[in-house]
């Protein structure tokens, strides 16, 4: 082989040589970019900081969770004592009714006398202006005035129907009060179920974001402490 066959095939080779190194960078994976400790740090204080947000978004809406809760206690505790005089409300009744059913029949049992015509006719009148009086179709005064011109005029009854009166408003009046309460228990009950909800959340994500922020540092001091040793070997 003559200098130019020579020459020849050490430029091929080289070129060979030099395929193959490109190849070998070009198959070589490119290298991570060094992280920058100011960026690093950066982004440790902004975690930081949102951590430390959410910490008192929690801690406020932990505090609401415990007035909402102890704003439903309260109303249980008016709803029950609004039952208790719900039920009171209902065995006074009963018994102003009692009474007066009482009287009713006496009543009765007295115009059930043998009378004369005349006083038959005024006993029927007389139980028909109590009749309409319960209706509230007259008033007390008429009814009282009634019972004077018929002469079946009873204070004793009179007193024992309005004492039934009163008592069934206020029975009426002890129902609506329960009824308001119990409303007003189970939107309190909601209210602090909704917030303790709310509260156990933000507490998660708190420490969620705490311990992220703690790892962000703890990167920082690790890529610290390895320049720091870097410098010191060079």
């Given at each position: 082989m003559d200098a130019t066959g020579i020459w020849v095939l050490l430029v091929a080779g080289g070129f060979v040589v030099l395929a193959f190194l490109g190849l070998a960078v070009l198959g070589r994976p490119p290298r991570p970019p060094r992280p920058d400790p100011t960026r690093l740090a950066a982004e440790a204080d902004e975690l930081g900081a949102h951590a430390a947000a959410a910490e008192a978004e929690a801690a406020r809406a932990a505090a609401a969770a415990v007035e909402a809760r102890a704003a439903a206690l309260t109303a249980e505790q008016t709803r029950d004592a609004a039952w208790t005089a719900q039920e009171a409300a209902e065995l006074a009744y009963d018994r102003a009714l009692r009474a007066a059913v009482a009287g009713r029949d006496a009543d009765r049992r007295r115009a059930a006398e043998p009378a004369g015509r005349a006083v038959e006719r005024e006993r029927a009148v007389s139980r028909a202006a109590l009749s309409a009086y319960r209706r509230g179709d007259i008033s007390v005064r008429e009814l009282q005035e009634v019972f004077r011109r018929t002469g079946d005029w009873d204070p004793a009854q009179q007193e024992r129907e309005r004492a039934a009166?009163?008592?069934?408003?206020?029975?009426?009046?002890?129902?609506?009060?329960?009824?308001?309460?119990?409303?007003?228990?189970r939107r309190a009950d909601?209210?602090?179920?909704?917030?303790?909800?709310?509260a156990q959340a933000l507490v998660d994500e708190a420490a969620s974001s705490a311990a992220e922020a703690e790892e962000a540092l703890l990167a920082v001091r690790q890529l610290t402490a390895r320049r720091r040793t870097f410098r010191r070997s060079s």
């Open positions: 009166d009163r008592c069934r408003i206020d029975r009426a009046t002890a129902r609506r009060e329960y009824d308001r309460a119990a409303a007003a228990a909601q209210a602090a179920r909704v917030a303790e909800v709310a």
